[in-house]
């Protein structure tokens, strides 16, 4: 059987494969990096915040609490950015493809509790995901040109 290419297609070779596992191999290890760096942070704050844990279970957050929670995730994007960019070789497309799935994994989550925050939290947290995973990648991207 005879495989059709669309137009404007490259047939696969062994280095464009090389360089779809490598992109999905640095999706994955971004989206770990991301769930890894959000646990420790949250585990940090668990143990240093009185009632921090009580008001994650109750969904009952104060502003601050609010406010922390959402630099843990955006310290968990820029983490996951870097990385992402430092597998895929500076280059942006695991981050951006990792800042996408990103929001695609958090939409339905945040979609189910809408009304347990304000808007201005989810909203906060959902349009910052794809940019402060890309400035992760860009600031993985930089600090490897100092190095070099």
């Not at 992109?23 to 770990?32: E, K, M, R, S, Y």
């Not at 808007?119 to 906060?124: A, G």
Request: net charge positive; charged share 10%; proline share 5%.
């Amino acid at each position: 059987m005879e495989t059709i290419l669309l137009p404007n297609a490259q047939p696969d070779t062994p280095s464009s494969s090389y360089a779809t596992f490598k992109t999905v191999g640095a999706v994955i290890a971004a989206l770990v990096t991301w769930i890894f760096v959000a646990t420790v942070l949250n585990l940090a704050l668990r143990a240093s915040w009185p009632h921090y844990h009580e008001a994650e279970t109750a969904f009952n957050f104060t502003f601050a609490m609010k406010l922390a929670r959402l630099v843990l995730g955006a310290t968990s994007s820029l983490g996951a950015g870097f990385v992402a960019a430092w597998i895929d070789k500076g280059r942006m497309r695991a981050a951006t493809l990792t800042g996408v799935v990103l929001l695609c994994l958090f939409i339905p989550g945040h979609y189910m509790i809408w009304n347990k925050f304000p808007v201005w939290y989810h909203l906060t947290f959902l349009l910052s995901l794809l940019p402060l995973t890309l400035l992760g990648a860009a600031l993985s991207h930089r600090m490897g040109r100092k190095v070099t």
